[in-house]
């Protein structure tokens, strides 16, 4: 059985400042800006507990406007894009103004996701920005192809994830981050 780690596990954790939790540095990969005004709700992708754990607490560390909501898979994304099933409540699980896509998904990865994304006339302009464990060209490469936004690497200390979590709501949230 896999160990999740608890919060007061996770923050000392984001205090190791060299403790590498990723495959990167925190770098940003631009595309076309689709901004436009923003309730600050953000799907982040991603299966793994402990990535959407610490995107989460470095979130709330750097005061980002944002609320972070999440799909454990391929499918449960689209589902939840869609707004069906349990998802029908947009009150309860608000459309987002960015989604942030691990590649390294179960059921549809990444690049189905994406590709589904852009072909769905309702999702073809939502900001999608890569966030993935590989700084490999051809996944670079295919993503941006595919029509994301931005591609990053997660980052390989907690600081720099928060500087890319500054970065991105810095650039796809229209939203003015409130001071800390």
Same mark, same amino acid.
């Given at each position: 059985?896999?160990?999740?780690?608890? *919060?007061? @596990?996770? /923050?000392? %954790?984001?205090?190791?400042?060299?403790?590498? +939790?990723?495959?990167? /540095? =925190?770098?940003l990969t631009i595309m076309a800006s689709t901004r436009g005004p923003s309730r600050g709700a953000v799907l982040y992708v991603?299966?793994? !507990?402990?990535?959407?754990?610490? $995107?989460? $607490?470095?979130?709330? &560390?750097?005061? !980002?406007?944002?609320?972070? $909501?999440?799909?454990?898979?391929?499918? #449960?994304? /689209?589902? *939840?894009?869609?707004?069906? @099933?349990?998802?029908?409540?947009?009150?309860? *699980?608000?459309?987002?103004?960015?989604? %942030?896509?691990?590649? &390294?998904?179960?059921?549809?990865?990444?690049? @189905?996701? +994406?590709?589904?994304?852009?072909?769905?006339?309702?999702? &073809?302009?939502?900001?999608?920005?890569? $966030?993935?464990?590989?700084?490999?060209?051809?996944? /670079?490469?295919?993503?941006?192809?595919?029509? =994301?936004?931005?591609?990053? =690497? &997660?980052?390989g200390t907690f600081a720099e994830l928060q500087v890319l979590i500054d #970065? !991105?709501?810095?650039?796809?949230?229209? #939203?003015?981050? !409130?001071?800390?």
């Amino acid at each position: 059985m896999a160990h999740f780690p608890d *919060y007061g @596990e996770l /923050i000392r %954790l984001a205090g190791r400042q060299s403790e590498h +939790l990723g495959a990167g /540095i =925190a770098r940003l990969t631009i595309m076309a800006s689709t901004r436009g005004p923003s309730r600050g709700a953000v799907l982040y992708v991603e299966d793994s !507990t402990e990535d959407y754990a610490l $995107l989460e $607490l470095a979130a709330r &560390k750097c005061g !980002t406007p944002f609320s972070l $909501l999440r799909a454990v898979d391929g499918e #449960q994304a /689209i589902a *939840y894009l869609n707004g069906a @099933e349990v998802y029908s409540d947009r009150d309860t *699980y608000p459309f987002p103004d960015l989604v %942030l896509l691990d590649l &390294k998904l179960p059921r549809l990865d990444g690049f @189905e996701v +994406l590709q589904w994304i852009r072909d769905n006339p309702a999702t &073809k302009s939502l900001p999608v920005v890569v $966030l993935a464990g590989s700084s490999f060209r051809a996944d /670079i490469r295919r993503a941006l192809e595919l029509g =994301a936004n931005s591609y990053a =690497a &997660k980052p390989g200390t907690f600081a720099e994830l928060q500087v890319l979590i500054d #970065q !991105t709501a810095d650039v796809w949230l229209a #939203q003015a981050k !409130t001071p800390s």
